[in-house]
């Protein structure tokens, strides 16, 4: 922000100095227009004034420039002082004590089990090992993560950069982009917005350092199979955790792993346990003797519906946080307008967005006509505020269940349908989706060479298949899965080597042993390790991406993508429906049936998928949106990353690294009606 | 503060824009120019003419003054940011012609790649520390450097920053509620200060040819404390074992290179010693570990035997510091923050931290020389002279190298037989007279009163030996802290079980190399740089809150080039280590098979001669022979890149020999 304002305010310095001739007057004005925002404008106008009625004679000497000079002189002292003030203010603002220091002093908590934190996807930082010539001088840098300005810089050539190769989903020649490990990887994703910083800060407190906790940075472009095949991501995050339990007294680890973090280390658990070369040959009982509780954060177990929109249509924006340096990427002309596009090739090259997908198929995710979550109340405030007035839980659900069931529910199963009113009407009256029939049609047509460079796999589609996707209505989670191999062919050919999505009938199936089913917790069982605790910690309360509303785009050039979402299809007031978008419960980025359903229901007591019954527990944080302004993100949120500065969880997370049990921090915590919707939710256990 | 600084930088961007003056457009140049000389003027024509000073009112003028200095700085900043990256080496190619290809580049051409993972151990002081807990008064640093960076803490809050840097006196380890700890990755040491690159150019080389983050690995560790007490507080040494095995198993059993600098070199000894000795004491690798995981040593600039560097910084804390420290020390070490006592807080500071005493000269007077006899004795810094007319150079003067401290010239000049001397080991040391007027500053040599302090003048010449002795009577607590970690001696008997013991694993002389017969053991290191031997002190003027001792940097040498320098003998090597101390171990001691060397471990000498840098825009030079600036050599990074690349020493061409460490290294009598 600074530089931009420096850099017009130089602007206003020289063009005067190039055409000095024009009025006086006019540069006043820019100049005045320009520093409006600051305080000390005001008095300065008035001097100025001042000034000149008291000597009208020296007026031809103030010329344009004396002028600008003044000002800007103005401006930048104005600023330095206020710089000054700022850095006197006292570091400590009246906030909140920090639970680590807290737990410490009134509790005597204490370092105990080493910690593992497993970063999810966006957020850990990528540096450059190797480049193009383009990218001279940026070796080591960081590419993805820090202040990001190569985006500015150089577009294309970063975009070049963070492309993986399209065919194998690894490195482009020449090109080589890792991993930034350390800490560092993914305590700050931007100067300023914490990841894991405060999570770091707080077990300090309580006397972790650098040989207790580990991050397990990964490439998280890749799929998590091939972390461990090009970097062997994998071998050194085994390595680690041995390491720190050898080190630290033979202590189990807490493995704390966010968002995607949480599908990866599932991989790893799965890894670590086959014999070589496929896996790490720890043996049946390595997670048993290692880790002592799995702490998952904002869990996308089975996937997120916004990874579907992000692929079909690249606007889902990113199931992180890109969302914070997004919009001025998507909305400046920078790369000549087609950001959207080049989005879209390059975020398709990445494996790992596969692995975000719904999982489950409609199983979990609901049908046509029916959706475990239906009955949801949208307007999540409310029912928050009453739920806190009364105290009494369940007599509020029903109460509002009874409620809504005067209105249509919502069909969240259709997670794309192409027009408001295919999302709402019964099933009966929608053309069923003949998606089979569209792939032959892919291969019969032509390519529409009229376009030049092809930017995206929809330049390849002709117009005529277009239309016939957006025939046929609405799509749930299984025949999504269709749609999107026909939009995006090589994307989904790669990744489905590397990712499974449905249900096992009977997991002991030899072919379960493949590690692209190890990242799902419906294809896989849980390592034999009855001690290990598994954690299901998320966010509620805040509205999140379930379903689509989709329509064709106006514009029917070439090189753009031909669907967005219908923006315009709102719901009355209190609607789920917001700009074209579904919402149900979550943290913003994940639904709660995602997050809670394997600890609610799937890995509950010994099941098929928890054949050791390894005791799971799941504490959800209600939402509340920071107080004041200085509070920053605040420390109560429950949003998808902001969750990791909320002092609840922070305090869960380090009683149970200094030894708690789920009990002892007091067993389920829930607010949302995850239990309920796992009960509608019919999986074999 | 914000505000003084800014301003400061903006006038000097203003006479730079003026020497420039053909880049910035013309036009304003000039105008600029008018109105600074208005402004000049402003206050004669305030005197002179009231009617045209009107208009412009003093705060007028401030702002106009100030607007102008911002602009320009501001265009300047602009055009520097829309430089091309490439342009510093267009103007340097203009001027010098054709650069050479870094080597990475040049050996990629030739096909090399990446092959053995490579380990690289940093030395002392360079490496990063940063804080996990403090005291009040360190608010907001949690995680941020203390050590390297920008050291902007030392100027902010000078006190605090002694305070958590230092050790606790008794035990060596953390004070109480301090808890500072080594920065970990490769940005621990690949850049010290910015711009201040160790091990940056050899990292970018190496990535080259194929290297990245998962076959190379910085052994970053806490180079204040002693080598055991990295793996006792953090499990330092198990770390690195667990990750060269890692390295080792996840780059297809290639075994690795490891590339220690410095105090590193010492550090790595004592690392192979623990990892095969039994736990708990060491790290239960067993007999062949570093046989199956150890491809090379190569020791760049090793201080094996010690430096007499640390000699000087540790009796009176100024021989600045081991490696770079000179690099930030001038300011530090002048500047009256600490009112007028830096000098005693830096002493207070580093005689906490043990590592430094890992690097004391060992191997007493056989190694060192004694009062009349020194392996070096005729060497003459002038080396050019010395080739050209060979028979002159015995003329030169004889010095006492063997004499490390000699209290005035003239006992550093006189025969043995002639000098005086009076046993300071029983002198009574007498009352603390000074810790009352003293401030809170305090060293140990407030405790040794006035009598004590006129022993060690009366004693006038320590050797090697008796340095051991006089640092045991001027710092007790340190030297007791010392005998528990580090040993300085020569062993009799190889065999004895006492050499277990982890204080003599990092002297090369108190253990036996491991058995691994396939393993390599390079040192590389500079010559031709003058290099701290031996020093002539005396006692201070004023000694009642000051260090009672320093050196006499009146001394020098009678004929022109001669040793004796400020108060300081030199000899040939590094600005550092001096080249007995790199050389002697492969030279020597570990050259075929003795009973330092029992398996017959491979040994090789590279030297590189030094030559500065030719001009300004080569940096710090490609072909530096400097302790640290030598990790910028073009023909190091290049052997070691051929080996990382799978050679072997023989492939390298051998030895390469410039100084006299072969005839040195004979003229000690040592059995082998």
Not at chain 2, 276 to 303: F, L, Q
């Amino acid at each position: 922000m600074a530089s931009s304002v420096l850099r017009f305010r130089k602007l206003c310095f020289i063009e005067p100095a190039v055409k000095s001739s024009s009025s006086c007057s006019s540069t006043e004005t820019t100049s005045d227009h320009n520093i409006g925002n600051f305080v000390v404008l005001e008095e300065k106008k008035s001097k100025k004034i001042k000034s000149k009625n008291i000597s009208s004679v020296g007026k031809r000497e103030w010329r344009c420039i004396d002028s600008c000079c003044w000002a800007i002189g103005c401006i930048c002292t104005a600023w330095w002082v206020l710089l000054f003030v700022c850095q006197c203010l006292p570091a400590t603002l009246p906030v909140r004590e920090a639970p680590g220091e807290r737990l410490r002093r009134d509790e005597g908590l204490a370092v105990l089990h080493p910690v593992v934190l497993v970063p999810g996807i966006v957020t850990g930082g990528l540096e450059l090992w190797e480049g193009k010539p383009c990218s001279d001088g940026l070796f080591r840098k960081r590419l993805w993560g820090g202040s990001f300005t190569e985006i500015f810089k150089r577009p294309l050539c970063w975009l070049e950069h963070l492309s993986l190769h399209n065919e194998t989903g690894l490195d482009p020649p020449d090109i080589r982009v890792r991993a930034v490990p350390g800490l560092v990887a993914a305590d700050y994703f931007a100067p300023g917005y914490f990841v894991w910083a405060v999570l770091i800060e707080n077990l300090a407190k309580i006397g972790y350092e650098g040989k207790n906790m580990y991050m397990a940075a990964y490439d998280w472009r890749l799929s998590f199979q091939n972390t461990e095949i090009r970097d062997q991501a994998l071998s050194r995050l085994k390595s680690k955790i041995e390491l720190m339990y050898v080190t630290n007294g033979y202590k189990k680890v807490v493995v704390v792993p966010h968002s995607m973090g949480v599908l990866y280390f599932l991989h790893f658990m799965k890894w670590v346990e086959s014999p070589p070369p496929m896996g790490g040959g720890g043996g049946p009982d390595w997670c048993a003797k290692h880790i002592k509780a799995v702490m998952n954060i904002g869990p996308a177990f089975l996937g997120v519906p916004k990874a579907v929109s992000n692929i079909f249509s690249a606007e889902g924006k990113d199931v992180a946080f890109v969302r914070a340096v997004a919009p001025g990427v998507l909305d400046s002309e920078l790369l000549g307008l087609q950001t959207l596009e080049h989005i879209m090739r390059v975020s398709r090259t990445w494996d790992s967005v596969i692995s975000l997908l719904p999982k489950g198929g409609d199983t979990i995710w609901g049908n046509l006509d029916w959706s475990p979550e239906e009955g949801n109340s949208c307007d999540l405030d409310k029912k928050a505020n009453a739920q806190l007035s009364t105290g009494d839980v369940n007599f509020n659900h029903s109460d509002g269940t009874r409620g809504f069931r005067v209105k249509e529910p919502v069909k969240y199963g259709r997670i794309i349908s192409f027009g408001k009113a295919a999302s709402q009407i019964p099933s009966s009256r929608l053309p069923s989706p003949d998606l089979k029939e569209l792939l032959r049609l892919r291969s019969s047509a032509g390519l529409s060479l009229s376009c030049g460079e092809v930017l995206t796999e929809y330049d390849e589609i002709s117009r005529e298949s277009i239309k016939r996707i957006a025939e046929n209505k609405a799509y749930t989670a299984q025949n999504a899965f269709d749609l999107l191999r026909f939009v995006a062919p090589k994307l989904m050919q790669r990744a489905e080597a590397h990712f499974s999505h449905g249900i096992a009938d009977n997991l002991d199936d030899p072919k379960y042993d493949h590690y692209k089913y190890w990242s799902n917790p419906l294809e896989t069982k849980l390592p034999h390790a009855p001690e290990m605790e598994i954690y299901c910690l998320y966010g509620v309360g805040i509205p999140t991406e379930r379903s689509y509303v989709y329509k064709q785009s106006p514009s029917d050039k070439c090189k753009s993508i031909p669907f967005r979402i219908d923006s315009s299809a709102d719901g009355e007031p209190d609607s789920c429906l917001k700009s074209g978008v579904y919402f149900v419960d979550g943290d913003e980025s994940v639904p709660v049936s995602s997050a809670g359903f394997m600890c609610a229901k799937g890995w509950k007591g010994r099941t098929r998928f928890n054949p050791a019954g390894i005791s799971t527990y799941i504490r959800e944080y209600r939402h509340k949106p920071p107080a004041s302004l200085l509070e920053g993100r605040g420390v109560e949120s429950g949003a998808h990353v902001d969750i990791m500065g909320n002092f609840a969880f922070i305090e869960d997370v380090m009683r149970v690294a200094a030894g708690a049990t789920g009990s002892d921090i007091g067993g389920d915590r829930i607010h949302s009606d995850i239990v309920k919707m796992s009960q509608r939710i019919n999986v074999q256990l | 503060m914000a505000l003084l600084r800014r301003r400061n930088k903006a006038s000097g961007s203003g006479t730079k824009e003026e020497e420039e003056g053909a880049e910035i457009e013309v036009e304003e140049d000039d105008d600029k120019n008018k109105k600074e000389k208005k402004k000049l003027g402003k206050t004669e024509k305030a005197n002179s003419s009231k009617k045209a000073k009107e208009k412009w009112s003093c705060v007028d003028s401030c702002c106009w003054l100030i607007g102008c200095i911002c602009t320009i700085w501001w265009l300047l900043l602009f055009l520097y940011k829309a430089m091309p990256a490439s342009f510093p080496q267009f103007v340097t190619e203009a001027i010098t012609g054709p650069l050479p290809d870094p080597p990475g580049l040049k050996l990629r051409k030739e096909g090399l790649r990446a092959e053995h993972p490579v380990v690289f151990v940093p030395g002392i002081v360079t490496g990063g520390l940063e804080l996990w807990e403090g005291h009040q008064c360190a608010e907001g640093l949690f995680r941020k450097r203390l050590w390297g960076g920008t050291f902007g803490e030392v100027y902010k809050r000078p006190s605090c920053w002694v305070e958590h840097m230092s050790l606790d006196n008794e035990t060596g380890l953390d004070p109480p509620g301090v808890r500072v700890r080594p920065v970990s990755g490769l940005v621990a040491a690949d850049y010290f200060a910015p711009g201040y690159f160790v091990w940056a150019v050899l990292i970018a080389n190496l990535a080259r040819v194929g290297y990245e983050e998962k076959n190379m690995y910085m052994a970053a560790y806490d180079w204040r404390l002693s080598f055991q007490n990295t793996e006792v507080r953090d499990q330092t040494l198990s770390r690195i074992k667990s990750n060269i095995e890692l390295m080792v198993a996840t780059n297809g059993g290639k075994k690795a290179v490891i590339l220690p600098h410095s105090m590193g070199v010492l550090y790595f000894l004592h690392f192979m010693k623990w990892v095969e000795a039994p736990a708990p004491m060491g790290g239960g690798g067993g007999p062949d570990w570093c046989s199956k995981h150890i491809k090379a040593v190569i020791n760049i600039g090793g201080p094996f035997l010690g430096v007499p560097k640390a000699v000087a910084g540790l009796f009176s804390a100024e021989a600045k510091d081991i490696a770079v420290a000179r690099a930030i020390a001038p300011g530090f070490l002048d500047n009256d923050r600490f009112r007028l006592q830096t000098l005693q807080h830096v002493m207070r500071m580093t005689r906490t931290w043990d590592s430094t005493l890992s690097m004391i000269p060992k191997g007493g007077d056989t190694i060192w020389g004694g009062m009349d006899w020194s392996p070096e004795e005729g060497y003459s810094p002038s080396r050019e002279k010395q080739r050209n007319n060979d028979t002159q150079f015995s003329q030169s003067e004889i010095v006492n190298y063997g004499r490390i401290i000699s209290f005035g010239k003239d006992v550093a000049e006189a025969p043995s037989s002639e000098i005086e001397r009076v046993d300071f080991r029983g002198a009574i040391k007498g009352s603390n007279v000074a810790n009352t007027t003293c401030r809170d500053v305090w060293t140990e040599y407030h405790d040794m009163g006035l009598g004590g302090i006129r022993a060690v003048a009366d004693h006038k010449v320590y050797t090697a030996e008796s340095i051991i002795d006089l640092l045991y009577f001027v710092a007790p607590k340190m030297m007791a802290r010392s005998s528990a970690h580090f040993s300085y001696g020569i062993a009799d008997n190889l065999e004895d079980p006492k050499y277990s013991h982890y204080k003599y694993w990092s002297n090369p002389l108190e253990t036996k190399l491991p058995n691994a017969p396939d393993m390599e053991i390079f040192s590389l290191y500079g010559v031709g740089i003058p290099t701290e031997r031996a020093y002539i002190y005396e006692s201070s003027p004023s000694a009642e809150c000051y260090i009672p001792f320093q050196i006499n940097t009146s001394a020098n040498g009678d004929i022109e080039d001669s040793c004796l320098k400020d108060g300081v003998y030199t000899v040939d090597g590094d600005e550092t280590v001096p080249v007995l101390s790199a050389g002697f171990m492969c030279a020597k001691g570990w050259r075929g098979k003795t009973r330092f060397n029992p398996s017959g471990i491979k040994t090789y000498i590279r030297e590189y001669d030094h030559s500065p840098p030719s001009h300004l825009l080569e940096g710090r030079g490609t072909q530096s022979g400097a302790h640290v600036d030598i990790m910028g050599n073009f023909a190091l990074i290049e052997d070691i890149i051929r080996v990382a690349a799978g050679a072997k020493g023989e492939d390298l061409g051998g030895d390469k020999v410039y100084s006299d460490i072969f005839k040195w290294s004979d003229k000690i009598s040592l059995p082998l």
